[in-house]
């Protein structure tokens, strides 16, 4: 499966690419895997489910993971910006060094995760349900964080 998100990298790389010459996430599983250095903008993931893998200096810019699960995943250096994450589940997952800048997260599921020196400038987040959770955001001016459901989360700004 790495080969896939090396091929979607790659074909975003030359520029002159179209929506029909990328690969599919939607509907997959995908599990057991690292994934490194690699330019993953505007990807569409619906409805799929990714365990056991690691992101690191992964440009998600305004991608679109929807009705999405992510389990025992960790994500560092990891820039959503721009990013749909609506109805995505995140459980056991830790975020290090990651920017949600301008990202939409409404009506997920947050359990058991460590979101560790993330940026939440202009981000909205909200309606969420998060359980056993640790924020420790860098930056979140103009944020709407709000009306969500939370048990055992601490936030911490800095």
Same mark, same amino acid.
């Given at each position: 499966?790495?080969?896939i998100?090396n ?17 599919s996430?939607n509907?997959?599983?995908i599990r ?6 690699? &330019?993953?903008?505007?990807? #569409?993931?619906?409805n799929s /489910?990714? *365990?056991?893998?690691?992101? %690191?200096k992964?440009? $998600? ?5 929807v009705?999405?699960s992510f ?6 250096n ?6 749909n994450l609506?109805n995505?589940?995140?459980t ?7 920017s949600?800048?301008?990202?939409e997260?409404m ?6 995760? &460590?979101f560790?020196?993330? #940026?939440?400038?202009?981000? /909205?987040? *909200?309606?969420?349900?998060? %359980?056993?959770?640790? $924020?420790?955001?860098t ?5 709407v964080i709000n ?12």
């Amino acid at each position: 499966m790495e080969n896939i998100f090396n091929l979607y990298s790659a074909i975003k790389e030359q520029n002159d690419y179209n929506t029909d010459d990328l690969p599919s996430f939607n509907e997959i599983e995908i599990r057991d895997l690292i994934v490194c250095d690699s &330019n993953l903008d505007d990807l #569409i993931s619906v409805n799929s /489910i990714y *365990s056991h893998i690691e992101f %690191n200096k992964i440009s $998600f810019y305004s991608t679109y993971f929807v009705q999405t699960s992510f389990h025992q995943c960790t994500f560092k250096n990891v820039d959503f910006t721009k990013s749909n994450l609506n109805n995505t589940s995140f459980t056991f997952c830790s975020f290090i060094t990651c920017s949600f800048a301008g990202a939409e997260i409404m009506g997920a599921e947050i359990t058991a995760c &460590n979101f560790k020196n993330c #940026i939440f400038t202009n981000i /909205i987040f *909200s309606d969420n349900i998060i %359980n056993d959770t640790q $924020f420790e955001i860098t930056e979140r001016s103009f944020s709407v964080i709000n009306d969500n459901i939370e048990k055992n989360v601490i936030w911490s700004f800095d």
